[in-house]
């Protein structure tokens, strides 16, 4: 059963911890996003990673950090530098060639909750 | 940045109607456009995408309609159905490798 998948789905977090958010595909793609949802809002770009071993910030990188190991898997760690933690988070994966025009796959989700 | 959006925050309709959903864009350099469903709590789905150098794209019962003269994207939903309540997304993609830009969601409610 292809896909991508994220766990947990729902997260609570204590103020001032570190929390890391797992997301594993195994569509044999090459590039992979995380998104941050606020309620009423669009998906916004946290970070994108287009091969293993590289990844480049998005338009909301400032309290998160990845990793991009395995080609399979893109963990994202929200820090407590992050101020409002508190959303829905979205990863999502593609294929990445140039000539083509990819759709992202997208994972169920996983909701933060900073208490 | 350049970014996508849409005229309707929320759109009511009674099952067996059509439905559109409209998105305005600003970047006239996006050659690609996706029309995303997602239901609450959940993921976003893909619907249908398009290809700047077309105007209309037909699935099973979805069209999407694009107007590059006044950047505009609408995606038609035919007799639609309860199960098509959820919030749509349209994105836009610039080119290249590069990532894709979302708008901020229309809700579509049916009701019977």
């Known amino acids: 059963d292809g896909g991508i998948t994220q766990s947990p789905k729902y997260l609570f977090r204590k103020e001032g911890q570190n929390v890391t958010l797992s997301c594993e595909q195994n569509?044999?793609?090459?590039?992979m996003y995380w998104y941050r949802q606020d309620p009423g809002q669009g998906l916004r770009l946290i970070y994108y990673?287009?091969?293993?071993?590289?990844?480049q910030k998005g338009d909301i990188a400032e309290g998160y950090s990845v990793s991009r190991e395995k080609k399979e898997s893109f963990p994202l760690t929200v820090t407590s530098a992050q101020k409002n933690p508190t959303a829905f988070y979205l990863c999502?994966?593609?294929?990445?060639?140039?000539?083509?025009?990819?759709?992202?796959?997208f994972g169920p989700g996983t909701r933060l909750t900073v208490l | 940045g350049e970014s996508v959006g849409l005229h309707l925050p929320t759109l009511s309709v009674q099952e067996g109607d059509n439905s559109i959903i409209n998105c305005a864009y600003s970047?006239?350099?996006?050659?690609?456009f996706i029309w995303y469903k997602q239901e609450s709590g959940k993921g976003p789905q893909f619907i249908i995408d398009?290809?700047?150098?077309?105007d209309k794209r037909q699935g099973q019962r979805v069209t999407v309609l694009l107007n590059k003269t006044v950047k505009h994207l609408s995606l038609q939903i035919a007799a639609t159905q309860p199960g098509d309540s959820a919030v749509y997304f349209c994105?836009?993609?610039?080119?290249?490798?590069?990532?894709?830009?979302f708008g901020k969601g229309t809700m579509l409610l049916v009701s019977p």
């Open positions: 970047n006239s350099a996006s050659d690609y």
């Open positions: 994105a836009e993609k610039t080119g290249g490798y590069s990532t894709l830009t």
């Open positions: 398009i290809r700047s150098n077309m």
């Open positions: 990673s287009q091969i293993v071993n590289d990844f």
């Open positions: 999502a994966s593609s294929n990445q060639q140039v000539t083509s025009y990819n759709e992202q796959f």
């Open positions: 569509l044999n793609h090459d590039a």
